[in-house]
């Protein structure tokens, strides 16, 4: 029986769509807070934010689901033990934070008596009442578990990057989409 040297196409798939929401999810944040004052563009946009937040949570859980059940493929055999034991904690911290950060943003919306309705259509359960004193504690953590993400995103790029292009060893290739040669 061969060993699989990729991810399924399933896993590609869900670590794509969750990047590309998480950087969307961010741009729109960061653009959003410095709309002045309360206009229509800012509401929407807070909207949106929120449902690709939603959307993160949901594919996050799909995802680990995913990867309960389907082994990673194996490091290849030079791959250093410190290594191995840094790309585990960095996916570790990765996994935390994508769930960290949209239930860290649910409960500062609803601290702020800012109900969350998916597309518009769903409203979600309010599981705490507005609260003005958790409101500011909550906007720092999620604002603290986004700055934590984007560090930690962009360390992760920068290790696939060193993969590819400095050890060649083809870790950067199994999570790519595509047949690969």
Known sequence: MQTATRYTNTAILLHW??????????????????IPGLTPTKLKYFS????????????????????????????????????????SIM?????LLIFAVPVSGYFYS????????YLGLFPLPVLIDPNPEWKPVLKAVHYW??????????????GALKHHFIDQDGIFKRMMPGKQT
């Open 145 to 158: 578990l986004n700055v934590t993400l984007l560090a930690s995103v962009i360390l992760h790029v920068l």
């Open 110 to 117: 609803l601290a702020a008596g800012v109900p969350v309705v």
């Open 17 to 34: 769509l969750v990047a590309i929401l998480i950087i969307s999810g961010f741009c729109l944040g960061v653009t959003m807070v410095n």
């Open 48 to 87: 949106w934010h929120k449902w690709i937040g939603v959307t993160v949570l949901a594919l996050a859980c799909l995802r680990l689901l995913w990867r309960l059940t389907h082994a990673a493929p194996p490091h290849p055999a030079g791959m250093s033990d410190w290594n191995i034991k840094l790309a």
């Open 91 to 95: 996916h570790g911290l990765l996994y």
